[in-house]
């Protein structure tokens, strides 16, 4: 791809984000951000040597929480950044260098990159961590197994964790199996459902209550929750949580299409609508296609320069995803009956993101989807009784 291909491939996405929005007039004005209650925080924080654990999403009405911790006079020494980096540019699984942020000259330091914990020597010279990154409430979402672990490092130097909470997005439902032990990765650390109904502040608190962290360690936790806040209320927002889920419609499908990457489908990773449509050159009797092109977040995705033939999804609005409640295998099922080898359908990272090998045996086997979901009841049942306790909102 020339150049000049790439930039204006960039400038499209650009606008199309702009266009379609994380934020509209439906956005319900009176819930409190964790970052927005200083009156909570500050005051733990002053006289002490502060790490941030953030990324671009931590921010409040425009303004960094580093910045204002900064012209606040408090003494922030280090940032720590999870995947995709402390600008939330870097590809999907994409390894991210530690750097220096352009703007403080703070030192940040990788989670992503050689390291997925941060190590002792890293933890050195902290007084107290503050945590604050948007999550989408899916459990391979790795946001919060970057969470696990820094409360894992936090908890063995007995360093306190303050957690500033947001709402999730997906916080209206429970679905999908209970990740198995034997399938424990980083894009799934907890025997928990594939959307868990959580903010991450209870998921926070789950975490050390089940005594997740090594050797059944916890870690001092103060979780600054979010006011006028109940799980079922529509939140849009304001900036995106990744480079490939721009909009509420990638957010709402996305517990359901990034099966997809456990297989030869394209979710629309290098083109202008990530999660929001799938295919593959070989589903010709679809009449929508489009073509995965390297981009800013999809340096090289996959299919690139491949006419894929499959669904868009873009024509359908964000509310309507919403209000399905529940993951759709549909289209996972079509695509694996429509394909011609099904011996390849699958890939070795689809076990690690359904958190068992159930799912795809059931799939090969013909079974509904009915069937499928049933299978969870249990399993959703027993989760929905052990999270009570750290519920934080109605």
Same mark, same amino acid.
């Given at each position: 791809m020339t150049l000049f291909k790439t930039l204006f491939l960039g400038v499209c996405l650009f606008f199309y984000m702009a266009v379609e929005g994380m934020q509209t007039s439906s956005q319900d004005t009176s819930i409190i951000l964790g970052i927005a209650q200083t009156d909570k925080y500050y005051p733990l924080l002053y006289n002490k040597k502060v790490a941030v654990v953030g990324n671009q999403s931590t921010q409040f009405n425009g303004n960094h929480l580093v910045d204002n911790l900064i012209k606040s006079g408090v @003494?922030?020494?280090?940032?720590? %950044? *999870?995947?995709?980096?402390?600008?939330?540019?870097?590809?999907?699984?994409?390894?991210v260098a530690d750097g220096k942020d352009i703007i403080t000259g703070l030192p940040i330091i990788s989670l992503y990159g050689d390291n997925k914990k941060p190590t002792v020597a890293q933890m050195s010279g902290i007084d107290v961590i503050v945590f604050d990154i948007q999550d989408v409430g899916v459990r391979f979402y790795t946001y919060i197994s970057t969470l696990h672990y820094v409360m894992?490092?936090?908890?063995?130097?007995?360093?306190?964790?303050i957690l500033l909470d947001r709402p999730n997005p997906n916080g209206h439902f429970i679905d999908g199996p209970v990740l198995e032990k034997k399938y424990q990765s980083f894009v799934?650390?907890?025997? =928990? *459902?594939?959307?868990?109904g959580m903010t991450i502040g209870e998921y926070a608190?789950? =975490?050390?209550?089940?005594?997740?962290?090594?050797?059944?360690?916890? &870690?001092?936790?103060?979780? =600054?929750?979010?006011?006028?806040?109940?799980?079922?209320?529509?939140?849009?927002?304001?900036?995106?949580?990744?480079?490939?889920?721009?909009?509420?419609?990638?957010?709402?499908?996305?517990? %359901?299409?990034?099966?997809?990457?456990?297989?030869?489908?394209?979710?629309?990773?290098?083109?202008?609508?990530p999660f929001q449509q799938i295919g593959h050159p070989v589903?010709?009797?679809?009449?929508?296609?489009?073509?995965?092109?390297?981009?800013?977040?999809?340096? @090289? *995705?996959?299919?690139?320069?491949?006419? &894929?033939?499959?669904? @868009?999804?873009?024509?359908?609005?964000?509310? %309507?995803?919403?209000?399905?409640?529940?993951? @759709?295998? %549909?289209?996972? =099922?079509?695509f694996y009956k429509n394909y011609p080898e099904h011996s390849s359908f699958f890939n070795n990272y689809f076990n690690l993101l359904a958190g068992n090998n159930t799912l795809q045996s059931d799939i090969k086997a013909g079974k509904t989807e009915l069937q499928i979901r049933n299978s969870w009841s249990k399993g959703i049942a027993d989760f929905k009784v052990m999270r009570e306790v750290y519920l934080l909102y109605p």
């Open positions: @003494d922030v020494i280090k940032v720590f %950044s *999870p995947e995709h980096g402390f600008r939330g540019k870097a590809d999907a699984g994409e390894a894992e490092a936090a908890a063995e130097k007995n360093i306190p964790l799934g650390m907890h025997p =928990i *459902p594939v959307v868990h608190q789950m =975490i050390n209550g089940e005594k997740w962290l090594k050797n059944g360690m916890q &870690c001092e936790l103060t979780v =600054i929750r979010c006011e006028n806040y109940e799980r079922t209320m529509d939140y849009e927002l304001p900036i995106m949580p990744s480079p490939n889920l721009p909009n509420m419609r990638s957010i709402y499908l996305y517990p %359901s299409l990034c099966f997809f990457e456990g297989t030869v489908v394209s979710v629309g990773r290098g083109t202008l609508k589903y010709r009797h679809y009449v929508y296609s489009f073509v995965p092109k390297p981009m800013e977040g999809a340096k @090289d *995705p996959k299919l690139k320069d491949m006419r &894929c033939f499959g669904v @868009d999804f873009s024509n359908r609005t964000a509310k %309507s995803f919403k209000a399905m409640g529940r993951l @759709d295998l %549909s289209f996972l =099922i079509e």
